[in-house]
């Protein structure tokens, strides 16, 4: 698998996330319950996490041989 394929698994898990975060924004804006209020809104948090992240290396991997491209330095060794 190239970078540039790997990139486009990683922009694909992006949508998923995404689309489940919508999801959830959804039951949370509609839930009256405390408890599943909180446990929706770690659940958010988390995906939000994973897609940033999902995001970042969509970009590292699809431009990383690219000439002037500044690397996020969250992942370089």
Request: glycine share 2%; net charge positive; hydrophobic share 35%.
């Amino acid at each position: 698998m190239t970078l540039l394929e790997l990139s486009a698994e990683y922009r694909s898990h992006a949508h998923a996330l995404d689309l489940r975060i919508c999801q959830l924004q959804y039951r949370l804006e509609h839930t009256r319950n405390a408890d599943q209020r909180c446990q929706l809104e770690e659940r958010i948090h988390m995906l939000s996490t994973m897609l940033r992240e999902a995001r970042e290396l969509a970009v590292l991997t699809e431009r990383y041989y690219d000439r002037g491209y500044r690397r996020n330095a969250k992942y370089t060794i």
